[in-house]
């Protein structure tokens, strides 16, 4: 039960802070940064192999793993994926909506990409700090808007970088302690470079990427002393096709992500131009590299069937969330359907998640 006195920005935001605890972002995310909802994995093909994608992304989904991806990429795509949120909590209206699109325009010598993130939190009920009577209800909810361009430098390197609009709508009612709410907007940027050999040699079947993500200023909910960093994330991709003839392609990919956020023993953080450095002098080492990867098999000339099998891995001292990944893939004509499943140990609020996409994409593909 929600009551007004609760401090900052209501019990409606306690209770969403208890939801994102787990979410699928770095460990340092969970108490420690606002907004990691802009973390979460967000398409059904990358989710099946680990939660990977930095390095081997060929699809509009790049916008969010490697925004320079979309550089090697011709044509129109346009997906949109949803999954059932946390299900052991067994709550219908916590659900995660990702939409994106992609265009190849050659007038300006590059590919445009745009998404939406949505992601809903459900309905809070609102009491007095006197009693329990009901005075009010409230929806929690988040949501992101992209906008991404990316281009090639040289034949084999891609640049890219992403905009993005964020807004956190926790608890839009103030508190009797405080005047304010839990509604913050804010802003970021992301810069990536993606390395893909155009050979016909074992060297064009490497790939290599990287991705800074979430750069920009912190998130206030109540005043600026209270105000929480946004999730920068540093994301190194590597990629290699380990089958590659008419019918069968077998491709691994493997990330290794970090959280750039680093707080004091006070609870004061960084800006995020001095934590992107002195977020690795606080003594963890490599223990908070998240570590994900997985093996992608297509069927089929063009693609028709895909098998996925992923594996992620976070350090026990910082999260703990291990959990195997599965999915499969089919495209016939412009159409594509994918899905993924996270299985994770008993009652895990992350075990037995389930995404789903479609996808539409026509024009020339990649290059």
Not at 304 to 328: C, H, K, M, V
């Amino acid at each position: 039960m929600l009551r007004t006195g609760l401090k900052a920005c209501g019990a409606g935001m306690f209770l969403v802070m208890a939801l994102i605890m787990v979410l699928p972002s770095p460990a340092e995310a969970q108490g420690e940064s606002a907004v990691p909802f802009l973390l979460i994995a967000p398409n059904s093909r990358a989710s099946g192999i680990g939660e990977s994608g930095t390095a081997t992304v060929d699809d509009a989904s790049a916008i969010f793993w490697n925004p320079a991806g979309l550089a090697f990429q011709r044509g129109y795509e346009v997906s949109i994926t949803h999954a059932s949120w946390l299900p052991q909590f067994q709550q219908a209206d916590l659900f995660y909506d990702y939409l994106n699109y992609r265009q190849r325009i050659d007038e300006i010598g590059g590919t445009i990409g745009a998404s939406v993130t949505y992601l809903n939190l459900g309905e809070f009920i609102r009491t007095s700090s006197s009693g329990p009577d009901e005075i009010g209800r409230f929806k929690a909810f988040e949501f992101a808007v992209t906008a991404g361009y990316a281009t090639t430098v040289f034949d084999d390197l891609g640049l890219g970088m992403n905009l993005r609009y964020i807004h956190s709508s926790l608890s839009p009612i103030g508190t009797e302690q405080e005047q304010g709410s839990g509604v913050a907007s804010t802003v970021s940027f992301d810069i990536a470079a993606m390395y893909r050999p155009q050979t016909d040699d074992a060297w064009g079947r490497f790939s290599a990427g990287i991705n800074l993500s979430n750069i920009g200023p912190k998130v206030t909910y109540i005043d600026a002393a209270q105000a929480d960093p946004l999730p920068t994330n540093l994301r190194l991709g590597l990629g290699y096709k380990l089958l590659d003839d008419e019918f069968n392609e077998l491709t691994a990919s493997l990330d290794f992500s970090r959280l750039l956020v680093n707080r004091d023993s006070t609870g004061a953080s960084d800006p995020v131009y001095e934590a992107i450095f002195s977020s690795w002098g606080d003594g963890s080492g490599l223990n908070k590299v998240n570590t994900s990867g997985g093996i992608e098999y297509w069927y089929g000339a063009p693609r028709l069937l895909a098998l996925r099998l992923g594996y992620f891995y976070e350090d026990p001292s910082f999260g703990n969330r291990q959990f195997l990944t599965f999915g499969a893939g089919i495209r016939f004509d412009i159409y594509g359907f994918d899905f993924s499943y996270i299985s994770a140990e008993e009652n895990h609020p992350l075990s037995d998640t389930i995404r789903f996409s479609l996808l539409i994409a026509w024009g020339a593909g990649e290059e």
